[in-house]
């Protein structure tokens, strides 16, 4: 088979990470694990620098990254109730990553749509998983 052919669109990735972010907290969605298939991992931090929280993604997919991005972000402004006013922003930045395909700028300018609601939050790093 080929890979390319079976590989999820962009619209299907969406809807995917849609799919597993409702009704999840944001919190759930941040500490997303794929288990021992994943290849990818993103630091999101959040809270005051005296009581900052770390959550740890692992995915097994690169190409997801931007959609549980957006998950995330969808899944905060939902939780506190302000993805009609605020979820645009994060709409914008996903349509942008389907211009440049920057997957790393993409999750970055994807969390940071959130910041006008959820200030605190950064991402901190993303990198592949090496073995050990």
Request: charged residues 25%; proline residues 7%; aromatic residues 10%.
């Amino acid at each position: 088979m080929n890979d390319a052919i079976d590989a999820p669109t962009a619209s299907q990735r969406k809807t995917l990470w849609l799919v597993r972010g409702e009704n999840a907290a944001p919190e759930t969605l941040a500490s997303w694990s794929d288990g021992p298939q994943a290849r990818w991992s993103v630091v999101i931090e959040d809270g005051p620098e005296i009581d900052r929280k770390r959550y740890l993604a692992c995915l097994s997919d690169q190409l997801d990254l931007p959609f549980w991005a957006f998950a995330v972000a969808k899944a905060y402004l939902d939780d506190v109730g302000e993805w009609p006013l605020f979820g645009m922003a994060a709409e914008v930045a996903l349509e942008s990553y389907e211009e440049h395909q920057d997957i790393d700028l993409a999750v970055r300018e994807i969390i940071a749509a959130v910041h006008p609601v959820w200030p605190e939050v950064t991402v901190t790093r993303i990198e592949p998983i090496t073995a050990s």
